[in-house]
């Protein structure tokens, strides 16, 4: 396992620009999940994905932001019109059906200015 | 709705102590309980998970103990060290989520 990869791992934006982040997970794991982490807080829940389905969105989940699984693989999250308020750490994770432990990426750092 | 409580927010001892960290969780209805670790400005790394049918687990100096009636967990860390110095997440698992507590910052002083 070469563990969940995130990209980009920093992104700095303009308020109003869109963004968009991409999260590979561990081979073979069915579940995804995305979180945000704002400075000394804990994550916080976001959306859930089985195979390519979604499953599950937050309340946090505003109509700016979108997340897609395509092909039950990689998983992107895109802000649109992001606001400054956004600035967070995006956290993606994955875990089998079959097997408890869930793992996490290092995150991406997003700073809109 | 799971709510997860961590305490103490923030622990400062002298190297070779050992030490306890709090989690509470107000939905016993867990599928699991894993403990993470995270290091500033880094994503989390898995340190335990403690299934509903356990009590425990243990990983080198670490051990983790769940009681679900009281929804309650501990972390024990054994003579502590510098490089533990860290933030240490809770997370109450269920189904299709993963719900975490605030978090405990800990320092470790040589």
């Known amino acids: 396992d070469t563990g969940v990869s995130q990209n980009p791992r920093h992104k700095i934006t303009k308020r109003g620009q869109n963004v968009t982040f991409r999260c590979d997970p561990i081979?073979?794991?069915?579940?995804l999940y995305w979180y945000r982490q704002t400075l000394g807080q804990g994550p916080e829940f976001l959306t859930y994905?089985?195979?390519?389905?979604?499953?599950?969105k937050s309340r946090l989940l505003s109509d700016r932001f979108s997340a897609e699984r395509p092909k039950g693989s990689f998983s992107t999250l895109e802000i649109q019109r992001t606001e400054q308020g956004d600035s967070a750490m995006y956290l993606c994770?994955?875990?089998?059906?079959?097997?408890?432990?869930?793992?996490f990426g290092q995150g991406t750092r997003l700073t809109v200015v | 709705k799971q709510e997860v409580t961590q305490i103490p927010a923030a622990l400062s001892v002298p190297e070779g102590e050992n030490l306890v960290l709090n989690c509470s969780f107000t939905?016993?209805?867990?599928?699991?309980l894993q403990w993470f670790r995270q290091d500033p400005g880094k994503g989390l790394t898995s340190l335990l998970l403690?299934?509903?049918?356990?009590r425990e687990q243990t990983s080198g100096r670490l051990n983790a103990s769940l009681d679900k009636s009281s929804g309650r967990s501990t972390l024990y860390i054994a003579a502590s060290q510098p490089g533990d110095s860290a933030t240490y997440l809770c997370?109450?698992?269920?189904?299709?989520?993963?719900?975490f507590g605030g978090g405990t910052r800990l320092m470790v002083k040589p």
């Open positions: 994770a994955s875990r089998r059906n079959s097997a408890p432990e869930a793992f």
């Open positions: 081979s073979e794991h069915n579940r």
């Open positions: 994905f089985q195979n390519e389905a979604q499953l599950e």
């Open positions: 939905d016993s209805a867990i599928y699991n």
């Open positions: 403690i299934q509903s049918s356990q």
């Open positions: 997370a109450a698992v269920s189904d299709n989520m993963l719900t």
